[in-house]
């Protein structure tokens, strides 16, 4: 089968999205597919182009084997939202642009949504290509945008709504992370023979339970404190001033805090910790990809959060990380939405509301003075990734829908 891959994500980013991008390539071309690439010159998370691509508006190569397009992407370091924006639209200009006068015909395209903008973008390729599209939703846009307040402005929302349905109708097939997604999806009116849900993942065999005691946490000098670590994008959504907050209540007691990673919210979190003359927190640049167990490992909690805004907006993959790393969760979420469903039936974790550090103080405190409980939750984690959330389960189910979308022999 003949397979597009359509996403703004890909390697040689180290980073969110490309990851598992770049696992599904390999998987797929595994499998015997002629699998193809239509992505950005990289430069996430950096806000540059990457050095060696600098200067380039297309570029067509074999990289490892798979056929690699890549389009110019308007990038700046500034992460307000207007340069979002802008990156977005010129991606998704360039791309269905380099699409339609160089690639041959595909029997799939399979697009990861954000930005949004590529649902229509792939639907027109496609019709173009010949293809059956599958739209793969990861985050509930525009919703999640308004309801974080980075999008204000009523004519763009209805805009972007009309936008997301149209998409959800052209599409032939739409992927989603979890059953409160395809609830979403019900309720706007897709049918439901269009929904298969396919959760993220985490390679077991690459994330694996090692030593606490570990080099990554050697560097940071936190002994054997207790320690909270959180690992991902400083987003909008990902909700860590409770995390500060309950980080000064603990500032006299042996937990240390630390945050792995880059985005938008850094620089004001990082501020927040200055003013309270945190000693205890420690902020730290993402990782390279060989080091990333390590930083897994290294905690004895793993933190993951959503704020009240995105509480059904979003599944953040990390947690299926902290699953295969063996080690338990600690999630700042509501009640009720993927997140608490999966730490409560797995029984991998611990929940405290949204905005809440004395809770999640106490929850921290708990955890120390719990240590056989944190281990049992964390072989609980892995053995339940083994069982639903394996990189080659998912990966296996996003073929099933490939073939049967696009109605080819399996």
């Given at each position: 089968m003949k397979i597009l891959i359509y996403s703004q994500y890909y390697p040689p980013e180290s980073v969110g999205a490309a990851l598992w991008v770049n696992?599904?390539?390999?998987?797929?071309a595994a499998r015997g597919h002629k699998v193809k690439v239509l992505?950005?010159?990289?430069?996430?998370?950096?806000?540059?182009?990457f050095e060696d691509y600098q200067g380039k508006v297309f570029q067509h190569r074999v990289e490892d084997g798979v056929e690699v397009f890549r389009s110019w992407i308007y990038r700046s370091p500034s992460r307000k939202f207007g340069s979002r924006v802008l990156s977005f639209i010129s991606f998704t200009i360039s791309s269905f642009l380099f699409g339609i006068t160089r690639i041959d015909e595909v029997d799939a395209i399979y697009t990861i949504l954000q930005p949004l903008s590529l649902g229509p973008a792939a639907v027109w390729l496609g019709k173009k290509l010949g293809a059956r599209v599958?739209?793969?939703?990861?985050?509930?846009?525009?919703?999640?945008?308004?309801?974080?307040?980075?999008?204000?402005?009523?004519l763009l929302i209805r805009g972007l709504e009309r936008l997301e349905k149209w998409s959800y109708q052209q599409a032939d097939g739409i992927v989603v992370i979890s059953e409160g997604f395809k609830a979403n999806l019900l309720e706007k009116g897709v049918p439901v023979s269009k929904i298969a849900v396919v959760p993220n993942w985490a390679d077991p065999d690459f994330i694996q339970p090692g030593p606490k005691m570990n080099e990554f946490r050697g560097k940071l000098g936190l002994g054997n404190k207790f320690t909270v670590i959180y690992s991902g994008g400083l987003t909008h959504n990902s909700n860590l001033e409770p995390l500060i907050e309950a980080a000064e209540i603990l500032q006299e007691e042996p937990f240390q805090f630390v945050i792995v990673g880059d985005g938008v919210r850094k620089?004001?979190?990082?501020?927040?910790?200055?003013?309270?003359?945190?000693?205890?927190?420690?902020?730290?640049?993402f990782q390279p990809l060989d080091r990333y167990p390590d930083v897994l490992r290294a905690a004895d909690i793993g933190l993951v959060t959503l704020s009240t805004q995105a509480t059904f907006a979003s599944v953040p993959s990390k947690i299926f990380k902290y699953m295969a790393s063996g080690r338990p969760v600690l999630a700042i979420t509501a009640e009720g939405n993927e997140v608490d469903r999966m730490v409560k039936e797995g029984a991998f974790g611990l929940q405290v509301p949204p905005d809440d550090p004395q809770a999640l103080a106490e929850a921290i405190r708990w955890g120390a003075d719990h240590p056989e409980e944190l281990d049992q939750m964390g072989a609980a984690g892995r053995n339940y990734l083994l069982a639903k959330f394996r990189r080659d389960l998912c990966i296996k189910k996003i073929e099933e829908v490939l073939l049967k979308t696009a109605d080819y022999p399996g």
């Open positions: 696992e599904i390539v390999e998987d797929l992505t950005a010159f990289p430069n996430y998370p950096v806000g540059e182009v599958i739209l793969n939703v990861q985050d509930i846009h525009p919703y999640a945008a308004v309801q974080m307040g980075a999008l204000k402005n009523p620089p004001d979190l990082e501020k927040m910790a200055g003013e309270k003359k945190l000693e205890n927190i420690h902020f730290v640049p």
